[in-house]
């Protein structure tokens, strides 16, 4: 800073090149591709302190992941997490998990829920999405708006009436249990927001498509499943999987609705670890939550490229 | 096949009016008939509703004289061309031909022959194995006629498949399809709103406008002897010359006074009725003689000439404004901003009664 005072006023980098020839070299043989203007001082300094608060926001992130991670594996932890304490690799908490809580048990509910909500909404967006595209019939309009104002009731409200609805459903058939009843909601919910996603997908797609399709010979549940389900599958492969996860989520409405740790999804099970003290094993917690996050993050990485290379091959156009 | 359409009318629902009223057209088997009209005309309607995708308000749509109103689309033994073609995009550009094939549960033998078979014809068996987003417009027009190929249908339906090409493929593609008709025989439906198009492939030219068939016929009919006003001023490019007039004394006298004409013999006869009646005398550009001298001439103030080498397009106006366009051999010496004298090729001459538009001689 002491530069700018004598007059003529210097972009940082000529005063940096003045400094060190190396710098200057390298800056003047450099062609400049980019198709932005070139940054002026200001933009830099803008620039600089946007990077700052991203690495800040990331550390803030960062650092609890990383602390879970290592307590997770650290065999000196125990009960109550310690910051700072000496490391030792263990896997003593992942044992503990296994044998002295219902962690199992959770994994087994937390699929069975996620995946029956992804079905369930992906087989009635299909429908829905489709339908509310391609067919005109009385209330269209009407019901895309019912459907809209809906969504802006937080999904708790529902509660006492889902505690009904479920006496009822379980009064006439014995087998429906709580847990289809967070399906029910989960998939409920879900379906009405994706449709509208869907619906938009599908507008996209050239009715021209669905027409050839006709005159090659398909009904209209094959021009569906031959047709617009591929076409669209990028979308839907974001609508199951955004379903799938919901429940993996979710802790209100398990802990809510399920009455024993044995029917417990992995959110609410997890939780049981670091609120009550006579079950408190906060290492264990972060064992569990880094083993719940690992087949979902695997889930997306597999299917990152199908999603992505979908929706730019979405339609042909001439 | 013999497609014949009889009185049909079409009313989209929650529309007022109808969008096509009393149809009535035959179509001869082998016949490569073009429906030519401006947009909205509802050409497209009336192909969608010969394919069974729209439904049919009124009339009867007759196949080799077999009612087809109610039949579903993929039993009417047609194929149709989209505008935007219409290929599967998850499909290769084999499977996209095979698949209404495959719906019919044909043998895989036999699919596969038809399809090697279409590929030969259009020239795209390298691309086989593609999708149709790796490969370019014209290569995806050919296999959204490839994909109509195969099933051997009895009626190609086209709507517009070349507008979305350039120039020079469109022209290419002309030319092929017109071959391809002439190889497979298969009578064809063709919509396009260009007349150069219709012009060039059709053996007959359906014009349409506002929903009622203006004119039936040749290529040659409708530009030598053009029905009526609209019929006369949409074919051709540049357009007719129209000039409002009267008939006074058995000639021909603009509204302006500036253009007589004496009507041929042949011509008299039907014009006697109209004696003292606003009359519209069409001249096709061409049709003017240059350097007019005797019999009946006049004087025009050229603005603008266009130079496309076999011939030389001119703009003038006469002198009360009135603008003509005025067509020369290229090897005539004409000049913007200077005043020239023209004849008449009187025997080229269409009237036009005013009031209904329709043609007089
Ligand atoms: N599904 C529909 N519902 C209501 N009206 C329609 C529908 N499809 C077309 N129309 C109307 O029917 C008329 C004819 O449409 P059509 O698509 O047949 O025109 P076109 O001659 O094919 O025009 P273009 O050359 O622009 O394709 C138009 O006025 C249009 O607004
Ligand atoms: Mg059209």
Redesign the pocket.
């Known amino acids: 800073m002491n530069n700018s005072n004598n007059g003529h006023k210097k972009t940082f980098l000529e005063r940096m090149g003045e400094k060190f020839p190396f710098f200057q070299r390298k800056n003047k043989n450099k062609l400049y591709l980019s198709d932005r203007q070139p940054l002026t001082l200001q933009g830099k300094i803008g620039l600089g302190i946007a990077h700052l608060v991203l690495i800040l926001w990331a550390v803030i992130i960062i650092w609890p992941l990383y602390q879970m991670v290592v307590s997770a594996f650290n065999g000196l932890q125990d009960g109550y997490l310690v910051l700072n304490r000496n490391f030792e690799f263990s896997l003593k908490h992942f044992e503990y998990l296994f044998n002295e809580t219902l962690y199992l048990a959770w994994v087994r509910n937390t699929l069975f829920i996620s995946i029956s909500t992804a079905l369930l909404t992906l087989l009635f967006v299909s429908f829905t999405g489709y339908a509310y595209s391609r067919y005109r019939f009385k209330g269209r309009k009407s019901s895309l708006m019912a459907i809209l104002l809906i969504q802006t009731i937080p999904v708790f409200a529902g509660i006492t009436a889902f505690f009904t609805m479920h006496s009822i459903l379980s009064s006439i058939f014995p087998y429906f249990s709580r847990q289809m009843m967070l399906i029910l909601i989960y998939s409920g919910g879900a379906i009405a927001a994706n449709t509208f996603i869907l619906k938009g997908y599908i507008d996209s797609i050239s009715t021209e498509l669905d027409d050839a399709a006709k005159i090659d010979g398909c009904s209209n549940m094959q021009i569906y499943r031959l047709i617009i389900m591929p076409v669209a599958k990028p979308m839907l492969m974001i609508i199951g999987l955004w379903s799938f996860i919901g429940p993996f989520m979710d802790f209100l409405m398990p802990r809510v609705l399920l009455t024993s740790p044995r029917s417990y999804t992995l959110a609410a099970g997890l939780f049981t670890l670091v609120n009550d003290f006579r079950t408190m094993n906060q290492p264990a917690f972060a064992a569990g939550g880094l083993l719940t996050a690992i087949p979902i993050v695997l889930l997306f990485v597999s299917l990152q490229g199908q999603l992505v290379s979908g929706l730019s091959k979405g339609s042909v156009k001439g | 096949m013999k497609v014949v359409l009889k009185n049909i009318g079409k009313k989209?629902?929650?529309?007022e009016e109808f969008?096509l009223k009393n149809i009535n057209l035959e179509i001869e088997e082998q016949e490569f008939c073009v429906i030519l009209?401006?947009?909205?005309?509802?050409?497209?309607?009336?192909l969608r509703m010969i394919a069974g995708l729209n439904s049919i308000t009124e009339g009867d749509l007759l196949f080799n004289d077999k009612r087809m109103n109610k039949v579903a689309p993929k039993d009417r033994d047609i194929a149709m061309v989209f505008q935007s073609y219409a290929l599967y995009p998850h499909m290769t550009v084999y499977e996209n031909m095979a698949f209404s094939l495959t719906m019919r549960k044909e043998r895989k033998s036999l699919i596969d022959e038809r399809v090697q078979e279409a590929a030969k014809v259009l020239q795209m068996e390298e691309n086989l194995y593609v999708k149709p987003s790796d490969i370019s417009g014209g290569q995806r027009q050919r296999v959204a006629l490839g994909r109509a190929m195969v099933r051997n249908p009895k009626v190609f339906l086209m709507d517009?498949p070349l507008s979305n090409l350039d120039a020079k493929l469109r022209e290419h593609m002309r030319v092929e399809l017109i071959r391809l008709h002439k190889q497979l025989g298969t009578t064809t439906i063709y919509?396009t709103?260009d007349q150069t198009e219709a012009m060039t492939m059709a053996s007959k030219i359906v014009l349409m406008d506002d929903g009622i068939i203006q004119q039936v016929g040749k290529p040659d009919d409708l530009y030598m002897r053009p029905k009526n006003l609209f019929v006369a001023a949409f074919i051709g490019s540049p357009s007719m010359n129209i000039i409002k007039g009267k008939i006074e004394q058995g000639r021909f006298i603009s509204d302006n006074r500036l253009m007589m004409i004496t009507p041929t013999k042949t011509h008299k006869e039907g014009l006697e009725a109209f004696e003292g009646k606003s009359v519209s005398a069409g001249i096709r550009p061409e049709r003017f003689e240059s350097g007019g001298e005797y019999g009946d001439t006049f004087n025009v103030n050229v603005d603008v000439v266009e130079m496309l080498g076999k011939e030389k397009i001119l703009y003038g106006k006469l002198d009360d404004g009135k603008e003509l366009i005025i067509s020369t051999p290229g090897h005539y010496k004409y000049q913007g901003g200077e005043r020239y004298a023209f004849g008449y090729d009187l025997e080229a001459i269409h009237y036009f009664d005013q009031e209904t538009g329709e043609r007089i001689n």
């Open positions: 989209y629902e929650g529309r969008t009209g401006p947009s909205g005309c509802g050409k497209t309607t009336m517009e919509v709103h």
